[in-house]
């Protein structure tokens, strides 16, 4: 039972920035991933950015060098913070828990990026 509740998503001009959050519920664990995923009109599910336990991340290659996630277990948060945004980064944005037997989802916050 990890409820995740996302927040930052807004409407922004092309070359803005946005920092998106996610916060956790309960007990997060060291072999838990955090992931960012997102979904743009008329496309499927694409992951974007991964933060392990330990710090390591993984991004997708759309959104290298602009993108950066991070998470703070203490505080049983992550964060995404979006630069250079473009029109195609308009989706909405899923926080993900991923653990051995099933992944918890946030209910997802839209990002609008104006050309």
């Known amino acids: 039972q990890v409820p995740l509740v996302e927040s930052g998503g807004g409407l922004v001009q092309a070359g803005g920035s946005l920092r998106l959050s996610c916060a956790a519920s309960g007990i997060i664990f060291s072999t838990d991933t955090m992931a960012w995923y997102r979904q743009a009109p008329g496309k499927q599910r694409e992951l974007v950015a991964t933060v392990s336990g330990s710090g390591s991340t993984n991004y997708a290659d759309s959104v290298k060098g602009r993108f950066t996630v991070s998470r703070d277990n203490s505080k049983k948060t992550t964060s995404l913070q979006m630069n250079s945004l473009k029109p195609e980064d308009t989706a909405v944005y899923y926080c993900?828990?991923?653990?051995?037997?099933?992944?918890?989802w946030g209910q997802g916050t839209q990002v609008t990026v104006s050309s």
């Open positions: 993900n828990l991923r653990r051995r037997y099933s992944d918890y």
